[in-house]
């Protein structure tokens, strides 16, 4: 065991390899298992609508995508995350700053795969025509990056959207991370005599904070999707200023909560799976990678 602070939970930190297996481990499960939501909600994001977008058909869309990114992405979280949290531990006084920090650094990591798989995921989910992954890469890196350019995007197309996704991670573990770790100390304080938190309490605290940090962030998650599709109709977005612009004029401020439910939804529950499979990840990969 490691000396804690008043009020820590009693865990020895997890090595970086333990957080990475357990971190992609975690990922994939929550992903894979509440895609649907996922898609639905990126549906009603869209600036055509709902059934538009196809409404209840083909919700597994984009699947393939987010089972090649999801595994990665959590994992490159969750090691830096946790790695940070022993660093700047000695660095910072105030827990809060370093759980904000380290999760903060964690959705920096996590955004360079991350990025690439919710374009390519929200491509899928919202087309009319049912393309393979592989031709939605090759559309993505041919069209132009924005309205403003006729060249073809590249690699630059599957990073459309890198800036304001992480305008909608940061904030939104900013919120949840010290709420989670928080939750656990209570709990571990109340009701466990300081000596930890269950799996079932900490997958808990998880979806409890998930679903506060979801609903504040709604606005930003629908800029961040329409910024991604890169079109309103035939229209190409020429920046993330024009996306929020054309938004507010065409469909008013109420359109930066559509999704809210079904958002708020698949947080609560996946938070709830993500951060139990975590755990319970940790505690069976932490004796193989100690």
């Known amino acids: 065991m490691v000396d804690n602070k008043p009020g820590e939970l009693r865990r020895e930190p997890p090595s970086f390899l333990s957080s990475l297996v357990a971190g992609g481990m975690a990922g994939w499960c929550v992903d894979m298992a509440l895609f649907p939501i996922d898609t639905i909600k990126t549906r009603l994001q869209t600036p055509g609508g709902f059934l538009k977008a196809g409404g209840f058909r083909g919700v597994y869309q984009g699947l393939g995508a987010v089972a090649l990114g999801s595994a990665p992405g959590a994992a490159l979280f969750f090691s830096t995350y946790e790695h940070s949290k022993i660093v700047l531990g000695s660095q910072l006084k105030e827990d809060a700053m370093v759980h904000m920090t380290a999760a903060s650094a964690g959705e920096f990591m996590a955004c360079l795969v991350r990025v690439p798989t919710e ?3 929200a491509r899928m989910q919202t087309a009319r025509t049912k393309l393979s992954m592989v031709d939605t890469i090759r559309t993505i890196l041919n069209e132009p990056l924005s309205g403003a350019s006729s060249k073809p995007a590249g690699l630059s197309g599957l990073y459309r959207g890198f800036g304001i996704t992480l305008m909608r991670e940061i904030p939104f573990s900013m919120i949840q991370f010290p709420l989670y770790e928080r939750g656990k100390v209570l709990y571990s304080d109340t009701f466990n005599n300081g000596q930890g938190c269950s799996l079932l309490a900490a997958a808990s605290c998880g979806s409890f904070s998930g679903a506060i940090a979801g609903g504040l962030t709604t606005p930003l998650d629908v800029l961040k999707t329409r910024h991604m599709l890169g079109t309103d109709g035939d ?22 909560l559509q999704g809210l439910e079904p958002r708020v939804f698949w947080i609560t529950l996946g938070g709830f799976v993500f951060f139990g499979a975590y755990e319970t990840s940790l505690k069976f990969v932490k004796p193989t990678f100690h």
């Open 119 to 121: 374009v390519v995921k």
């Open 235 to 256: 229209y190409r977005y020429k920046s993330l200023a024009d996306v929020l612009q054309r938004t507010l004029r065409n469909e008013g401020p109420r359109a930066l």
